[in-house]
């Protein structure tokens, strides 16, 4: 919101088709580039929400008036907490609901009422004034804190006090009216924005800003709203009535798109429609092939907001918690209460399932202030980080494990080591364990006595050596993510050397193949909980390998289970042994492709929304896959 204009509040919602004049330039075919939010292809004329013009005035009042200016403001309040209800009430039970009571809780707060008072009394200015400036402060002070969650709140606030401000005079109540079958396209867009939309039937959302974990990103993803968000000045590029195609699975917007290209995408999403149709009917089933194998599928988690999102995609617990976004944006370490709290919450919310938490993974690519080892590593992938990192941070370590370990009298937690490299680290790590367990025993704190421990295998010779480490622990996930970069020596995070991030490399596959034997003879389960888990391209040569167990984003969980629930572990195994065999990673490549492409074409288009490492052909359907 700007100050400055004597108008009142005029929001600017939808322009109207043709209200601007078109210079020849803009009407260009464009193509831009956010994140796939929500899954799904959305094709439709652009609905655009632009507030870029609102104004408030600032007018000064009498003494006398002030009662007046606060009774509005108190009609203002009023009406937007029962314009959220109304929203609320049409939604079902579940995390858009909650968002929506969040704000009416911030509407009920007396310090916002108090502050808004205080300066239409102390300082005689109108009441928009007023809800603008406390809105500004309260927004600065969110926003200075350099932090998602906070800067989620700053624009909660915006969004409020707008809707505030339209509630105080004699406008409408703010409600967008989006056409059936439009793409929503707008800066940014509050929950209660949203929440409408799902009443207009609405077929693609693109936003400006926002990330995964944005409320516009929720919220698409819980109405099944295909979206992209954080593609930049959106606004500026695209007109209502443009026609535009939201490809939410690759997290691209193609704005005025040629008759042939829009003919293709017809088809790309009518054949998406079909399948996840298909695919999300078997949501509720678990994933057997037809032969009677169970594999287990699980979700990979890094913020409490993707729990729900795990148990509506069918995942039966989480296989990969990644406690280090609880260390994150702070200055002193999560205590043990803090992680006993947040363990036991999480648990609450997935039981009955199991939830496999990794203590800290912290150092390289998830750097953290609280230690600053990196700093003068010059290799920090291979520095002081994970494991290693806790041993050393020993304070740290104990704490994360003592609240594990009295969490775990509330459900079935497990604790799972990342990047253990061999038995003496691992001794190392379980004695923590063991020590963890004998303080809360001698304080007679309440705490599980058999909490299952796992490692993860992420480095070369924690996989050599598997046989060995599988002896003294309850489970293994094999971390492909980092064993790929160890194994092929690769940065992860570098894109000039991604041509040489091959999973079906040979020995990688034989690592695999070592590992899950390992796990077999030990009678001990094996998982595997890196990206590759996710794509549908690896799936058969995963099972065939002998891994049972499946930890992936969860949006990817239907798309794997339907290719598990189709196909028999003969093919399986017969796939991966042909692999094992091979001596080159293009040649697996290509073989496991013709397979996996001719058994499962519109699986591989999808990907259940998960980028892939290396591009398949099939993605686009400008590069032949339609
Ligand atoms: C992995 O390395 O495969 C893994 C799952 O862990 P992260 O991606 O968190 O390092
Ligand atoms: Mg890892």
């Known amino acids: 919101m700007s100050e400055g204009d004597k108008d009142g509040p005029r929001p600017r919602r939808a322009t109207e088709p043709g209200s601007r004049p078109t210079p020849a330039g803009e009407r260009a075919r464009r193509e831009l580039s956010g994140i796939a939010a929500s899954p799904g292809v959305g094709i439709g004329r652009a609905y655009v929400i632009d507030r870029r013009h609102f104004h408030v005035p600032r007018r000064e009042i009498e003494p006398a008036e002030?009662?007046?200016?606060?009774a509005r403001f108190g009609l203002g309040l009023g009406r937007t907490h029962a314009q959220l209800e109304a929203i609320k009430n049409r939604l079902p039970h579940g995390e858009h609901r909650q968002i929506l009571e969040a704000q009416q809780m911030m509407l009920r707060d007396p310090d916002l009422r108090q502050r808004v008072e205080a300066l239409i009394r102390n300082e005689s200015i109108s009441a928009e004034w007023a809800v603008d400036r406390v809105a500004t402060e309260i927004r600065e002070t969110l926003e200075r804190a350099d932090d998602e969650y906070f800067a989620e709140r700053s624009s909660d606030i915006g969004f409020l006090a707008e809707r505030v401000l339209l509630h105080m005079g004699d406008v409408d109540d703010g409600e967008l009216s989006p056409p059936p079958g439009s793409v929503v396209i707008a800066h940014d867009l509050s929950p209660?924005?949203?929440?409408?939309?799902?009443?207009?039937?609405?077929?693609?959302?693109?936003?400006?800003?926002?990330?995964?974990?944005?409320?516009?990103?929720?919220?698409?993803?819980?109405?099944?709203?295909?979206?992209?968000?954080?593609?930049?000045?959106?606004?500026?590029?695209?007109?209502?009535?443009?026609?535009?195609?939201?490809?939410?699975?690759?997290?691209?917007?193609?704005?005025?798109?040629?008759?042939?290209?829009?003919?293709?995408?017809?088809?790309?999403?009518?054949?998406?429609?079909?399948?996840?149709?298909?695919?999300?009917?078997?949501?509720?089933?678990?994933?057997?092939?037809?032969?009677?194998t169970h594999i287990v599928l699980r979700a990979n988690v890094a913020l409490d907001a993707?729990?729900?999102?795990?148990?509506?995609?069918?995942?039966?617990?989480?296989?990969?918690?990644?406690?280090?976004?609880?260390?994150?944006?702070?200055?002193?370490?999560?205590?043990?209460?803090?992680?006993?709290?947040?363990a036991k919450a999480v648990l609450r919310k997935l039981a009955p399932y199991p939830v496999v938490f990794r203590t800290f993974d912290l150092g390289s690519?998830?750097?953290?202030?609280?230690?600053?080892?990196?700093?003068?590593?010059?290799?920090p992938a291979m520095g002081l980080r994970s494991l290693?990192?806790?041993?050393?941070?020993?304070?740290?370590?104990?704490?994360?494990?003592?609240?594990?370990?009295?969490?775990?009298?509330?459900?079935?937690?497990?604790?799972?080591?990342?990047?253990?490299?061999?038995?003496?680290?691992?001794?190392?790590?379980?004695?923590?364990?063991?020590?963890?367990?004998?303080?809360?025993?001698?304080?007679?704190?309440?705490?599980?006595?058999?909490?299952?421990?796992?490692?993860?295998?992420?480095?070369?010779?924690?996989?050599?050596?598997?046989?060995?480490?599988?002896?003294?622990?309850?489970?293994?996930?094999?971390?492909?993510?980092?064993?790929?970069?160890?194994?092929?020596?690769?940065?992860?995070?570098?894109?000039?050397?991604?041509?040489?991030?091959?999973?079906?490399?040979?020995?990688?596959?034989?690592?695999?193949?070592?590992?899950?034997?390992?796990?077999?003879?030990?009678?001990?389960?094996?998982s595997l909980c890196g990206e590759m888990a996710a794509d549908p391209r690896y799936t058969w040569v995963l099972v065939g390998l002998g891994v049972r167990e499946l930890s992936m984003h969860p949006s990817a969980i239907p798309v794997i289970k339907n290719i598990i629930r189709s196909s028999t572990l003969s093919d399986m195994e017969a796939l991966a042994r042909e692999v094992l065999e091979v001596e080159d990673a293009e040649d697996a490549e290509r073989r496991v492709l013709e397979i996996m492409q001719t058994r499962f074409p519109e699986h591989l288009l999808h990907g259940g929304g998960q980028r892939f490492v290396n591009e398949g052909p099939l993605r686009r359907p400008q590069e032949g896959g339609g």
Do not use: C
């Not at 997290?251 to 290209?261: A, D, I, K, Q, S």
């Not at 039966?316 to 944006?329: A, K, N, P, S, Y």
């Not at 704190?445 to 909490?451: D, E, F, K, S």
């Open 388 to 526: 290693r990192l806790a041993l050393r941070e020993r304070s740290m370590f104990l704490a994360q494990v003592r609240g594990l370990l009295r969490a775990a009298v509330h459900g079935p937690l497990r604790i799972m080591l990342p990047l253990v490299s061999g038995i003496s680290e691992l001794r190392a790590a379980l004695a923590v364990i063991d020590e963890a367990r004998a303080q809360l025993a001698d304080e007679g704190v309440a705490h599980a006595q058999t909490v299952p421990i796992g490692i993860m295998v992420e480095m070369p010779s924690a996989a050599i050596v598997a046989d060995v480490l599988a002896r003294h622990v309850d489970f293994m996930s094999i971390g492909t993510n980092d064993l790929i970069q160890y194994t092929l020596a690769i940065d992860r995070t570098n894109d000039d050397v991604s041509y040489l991030y091959r999973p079906l490399h040979p020995a990688i596959l034989r690592l695999i193949h070592r590992v899950s034997a390992a796990g077999k003879a030990a009678g001990i389960s094996v």
């Open 365 to 379: 690519d998830k750097p953290t202030d609280l230690v600053r080892y990196g700093e003068r590593e010059h290799n």
């Open 66 to 70: 002030a009662d007046e200016e606060l």
């Open 306 to 342: 993707e729990v729900p999102s795990s148990l509506f995609h069918g995942a039966e617990g989480v296989g990969l918690f990644r406690t280090e976004f609880i260390f994150m944006d702070r200055e002193i370490p999560p205590t043990e209460d803090e992680h006993y709290r947040h």
């Open 192 to 292: 209660a924005d949203t929440a409408q939309l799902a009443r207009a039937q609405v077929v693609g959302i693109v936003t400006g800003v926002g990330g995964q974990t944005s409320h516009s990103a929720i919220m698409a993803r819980s109405l099944e709203i295909p979206a992209v968000v954080g593609v930049g000045d959106i606004l500026g590029l695209v007109q209502s009535d443009d026609m535009v195609v939201v490809d939410a699975i690759d997290g691209v917007v193609l704005v005025r798109p040629g008759t042939e290209e829009l003919d293709r995408w017809q088809h790309v999403r009518d054949r998406y429609d079909v399948f996840e149709e298909r695919v999300q009917r078997e949501h509720g089933l678990p994933a057997i092939a037809q032969d009677g």
